[in-house]
Every structure is written in structure tokens, then in C-alpha cells.
Nanobody
Framework: QVQLVESGGGLVQAGGSLELSCTASGNIFRIISMGWYRQAPGKERDLVADINSGGGIKYADSVKGRFTISRDNAKNTVYLQMNSLKPEDTALYYC??????????????WGQGTQVTVSS
């Protein structure tokens, strides 16, 4: 089994900052990529940022220049530094990982989500 545990969410005023972290544990052979998604009430779950094992990074246009994703491979942990937060960033933030559990089998896994609320 694989577990993803997120932390760092909370309530912040507009213009403030938060850092999210997500650690993967369990039956992990090799992590392909880790990333963050978010889902606001009544909306779909969308990609925020993703980083792969080679260091390649993708950001949603809405967060470019404000959010930074990074990864500690030794700790199987991904971070999301969120600066200049806006009320529209309010959402439940989920960590997602694509990983191999052995040399040939891979799958995707989700964390339980952490709430980020930005007040105006």
C-alpha cells in the first residue's frame, strides 16, 4: 500500500503565503512524478503544479509566478510554496503521485486533501 500525507493548509489573508507538503510512504519502488491539484466547491479538480523525476515542472497559468513546486527525492516529499495568495486560490488541495510499486507496475495515488482558504 501507498500513502500520501499532506500538511500545511490553513486560513490566510489575501497577499499572504502558505507552504504545503506531501510525503509518500509505503510500497514505493520509484516515483515518476508528484504534484498538486485543487478543487473548489462546484468545480472540477484541476492541476496546480507537477514535478517529475527529471525535474521537469508544469504550472497552471493561474499560478505561474506566484507558486513554486519543489521536491526532496530522498524524503519522497513534494512542496508547494504559495505566495501572493488570492481569494480565488481557495480550494481543497490534493497531492497526487505516479509511482512504481515494483520494476514494472505503476499507478497513481491521491492524498486526502488539505484545505486552503484565502480571505479578502
Amino acid at each position: 500500500q501507498v500513502q500520501l500525507v499532506e500538511s500545511g493548509g490553513g486560513l490566510v489573508q489575501a497577499g499572504g503565503s502558505l507552504e504545503l507538503s506531501c510525503t509518500a510512504s509505503g510500497n514505493i519502488f520509484r516515483i515518476i512524478s508528484m504534484g498538486w491539484y485543487r478543487q473548489a466547491p462546484g468545480k472540477e479538480r484541476d492541476l496546480v503544479a507537477d514535478i517529475n523525476s527529471g525535474g521537469g515542472i508544469k504550472y497552471a497559468d493561474s499560478v505561474k509566478g506566484r507558486f513554486t513546486i519543489s521536491r526532496d527525492n530522498a524524503k519522497n516529499t513534494v512542496y508547494l510554496q504559495m505566495n501572493s495568495l488570492k481569494p480565488e486560490d481557495t480550494a481543497l488541495y490534493y497531492c497526487k503521485a505516479y509511482l512504481y510499486t515494483d520494476y514494472r507496475n505503476w499507478d497513481s495515488y491521491w492524498g486526502q486533501g488539505t484545505q486552503v482558504t484565502v480571505s479578502s
